[in-house]
């Protein structure tokens, strides 16, 4: 999974629906659209798109992202950068019974001292669900969700990976950092 955007010729109709971004000075940009696809690893097929406006409610990759999670299916494994490495992310694949592969997100700190030892820089955490229902959800599903997740951290190659792979003998930390180092071919396949 990932997403990227788009610069559109500056007509009208495209001004309409995909406004230029607020950086942009007014009648000197260009529209930008969003897109966020699900793109096989094994063949570069792109699974699912879904696109918006570059800015404003409902459009970031996040977003766009949640719009995409039925490409999944269970026993598939989600492959992305930190951005989509949230708690809502991975309860949403682990309601599902997808597994992921995420970088860790630079907003939250991973203390390999805490948790339950696997092996050097390999542990398994809780994460508690956050305190507050976010804009996008609704009361009921905030309360649908668990209370904790239970997922993987990994360092390698000064990379922190988080993942629902918990067994470290199914899911060497060697095989989890080829893995994430493959996710660049989808910044190629995009």
């Not at 977003?63 to 950068?81: H, P, S, V």
């Not at 700190?109 to 956050?130: E, Y």
């Not at 904790?148 to 792979?165: A, C, F, I, K, Q």
Request: aromatic share 8%; glycine share 8%.
């Amino acid at each position: 999974l990932d997403g990227t955007g788009v610069s559109m010729p500056d007509t009208p109709a495209n001004q309409a629906h995909y406004p230029q971004p607020s950086s942009q000075a007014p009648g000197v940009g260009f529209p930008m659209m969003r897109l966020v696809g699900v793109i096989c690893l094994a063949t570069g097929a792109t699974i699912d798109v879904a696109s918006g406006p570059f800015e404003g409610p409902g459009n970031s990759e996040n977003d766009l992202a949640r719009t995409l999670l039925g490409a999944f299916a269970a026993g598939d494994l989600m492959l992305a950068d930190a951005l989509y490495c949230s708690y809502w992310m991975i309860a949403a694949l682990q309601a599902a019974e997808v597994d992921a592969v995420f970088e860790q997100n630079g907003a939250r700190n991973t203390d390999f001292r805490r948790g339950d030892k696997l092996g050097r820089r390999d542990h398994l955490v809780s994460w508690s669900k956050p305190p507050h229902v976010p804009a996008w959800m609704t009361r009921e599903q905030y309360d649908a969700c668990p209370n904790e997740l239970r997922v993987r951290e990994v360092e390698s190659g000064g990379r922190v990976l988080v993942t629902t792979l918990l067994n470290p003998r199914q899911a060497p930390k060697a095989e989890l950092a080829k893995l994430y180092r493959q996710r660049w071919h989808v910044e190629l396949d995009f």
